[in-house]
């Protein structure tokens, strides 16, 4: 196992190839990492002498007197090998390399040399071609993602490793819009020397980590991924998005990151196989995520639809069906206790149809009874929220139900952007929403 500890946790920084050219590369990681209240140094041969961030500017790691726990080399391919060749003079072992222009677009002799040198050193490397770190407990950021045009998203136990950079960006993004508290990021680019296998790892051993997303392109040695992905998942939770799993798909991957996509069959059946979850596309990525971390159980044999639109309970009976996803059927008792409270127009088989008028009171007492019922395992609350019976105190309502359960109890809606808000409240108390019925029975298909 590598020891990629000083990645996350480092006491000193060097970035080579800090810029003072707003917007470039080198002076956006300059200002990111700068909000890390260890001890980070700037090198750049060109600004030796000057300051960068009130920072003096060195010319070359090798005149910094204090040891380097983690280079960051920012600067053009070309000039790559010389600035490793200055590393690995000093007692740093850890690079992070976020420059491209290597095997991704067949620069296969620089390649070749930059695993030479790190192989003869014993120096661990991840990159190149990749967007760099975060993690989120000690405001750690080396990344040269604009902060001005995108949201952190809250401190969690989620963490997330992505092949590419692009789309990591894009997820940590998006996890602050759908509510999902991330802990640690790490895009790995091609995977010249530290690969998925070793972030894996290093994600088993972190006490600050449940769940792993990953998005992965590629894999080249498929035992040792394998067989690490197996280790994982016997204590963690891990999630994967493949990308490459067509054949056009698989062309673009060769010239994103170098990786060698494989057969998708494959990948999907040792997935499977070692006890992760894989999905196809980023908004299944997410949902799961959010039952991971938002619910307390896995037991998905038996749910119960309670709607107040009849239609809406039709449609998503036929894609939990479709899905061979098992509809509860309650007790007598249950079904007495129920047509006590809905007027005599209802339904109170599955699904439960309250009708149009239901309020806010008719969906709590039913759901109240329901969940009592040893039959049921989790609700799917079908909800119109456009009815005027339905006041918005419904949001804490079922959310207190929610975390007083061991049993799931799901939001599915369809509307527009006022009903889009309203699911954003609920998903705030960590009731997991869906949009679409079709959306629920995959996630559901997921679990069980």
């Known amino acids: 196992m590598k020891t990629l500890e000083k990645y996350f946790k480092p006491h000193t920084i060097a970035i080579i190839g800090a810029s003072d050219k707003q917007a470039s590369i080198g002076n956006t990681l300059a200002k990111n990492v700068s909000n890390y209240k260890r001890k980070v140094f700037f090198v750049n041969p060109r600004l030796s002498g000057k300051k960068i961030l009130n920072k003096q500017v060195f010319a070359s790691i090798l005149e910094i007197k204090e040891t380097i726990d983690l280079a960051v080399i920012a600067v053009p391919a070309v000039a790559v090998i010389s600035v490793i060749e200055e590393i690995a003079k000093t007692k740093c072992k850890n690079i992070l390399m976020v420059t491209s222009g290597f095997s991704e677009i067949g620069r296969i002799d620089i390649t070749e040399n930059i695993k030479k040198l790190i192989t003869k050193h014993k120096i661990n490397l991840v990159g190149p071609n990749c967007l760099g770190l975060l993690n989120l407990e000690n405001n750690l950021d080396i990344t040269f993602n604009d902060r001005n045009k995108y949201d952190l998203p809250k401190v969690g136990r989620t963490s997330i490793i992505s092949q590419s950079g692009a789309l990591g960006l894009a997820l940590l993004d998006l996890s602050s819009k759908e509510q999902l508290e991330i802990n640690k990021f790490i895009s790995y680019g091609n995977a010249l020397d530290v690969d998925e296998s070793d972030l894996l790892e290093y994600f088993y051993t972190d006490k600050s980590t449940d769940l792993i997303l990953c998005y992965i392109e590629g894999v080249q ?74 619910y307390k159980t896995n037991k998905m044999e038996n749910i119960q639809i309670i709607t107040n639109g009849g239609g809406f309970g039709v449609i998503t009976t036929d894609q939990l069906d479709l899905q061979k996803i098992k509809l509860a059927e309650t007790t007598k008792e249950t079904k007495e206790k129920i047509k006590k409270i809905v007027p005599i127009y209802a339904t109170t088989t599955n699904p439960i149809d309250l009708t149009g008028d239901a309020d806010n009171a008719r969906f709590c007492k039913v759901i109240d009874i329901c969940l009592k019922d040893k039959n049921v395992s989790a609700i799917a609350v079908l909800m119109l929220l456009q ?62």
Do not use: M
């Open 221 to 294: 040695n498929g035992k040792k991924f394998f067989e690490t992905l197996k280790k994982v998942t016997k204590k963690k939770k891990v999630i994967i998005l493949k990308g490459g799993i067509s054949e056009k798909g698989t062309t673009a991957v060769k010239s994103h990151t170098a990786a060698i996509a494989g057969s998708s069959k494959v990948f999907s059946t040792a997935v499977k196989q070692a006890g992760a979850k894989e999905v196809d596309n980023i908004r299944d990525l997410f949902n799961l995520a959010k039952f991971y971390s938002w």
């Open 387 to 448: 009815l005027p019976s339905i006041s918005s105190s419904i949001v804490n309502e079922i959310a207190s139900r929610k975390s007083k359960t061991h049993k799931s109890i799901f939001l599915v809606s369809v509307g527009g952007s006022k009903t889009d808000k309203q699911l954003a409240d609920f998903e705030k108390q960590k009731v997991l929403c869906f949009k679409d019925p079709k959306d629920l029975s995959r996630i559901l298909k997921q679990i069980i």
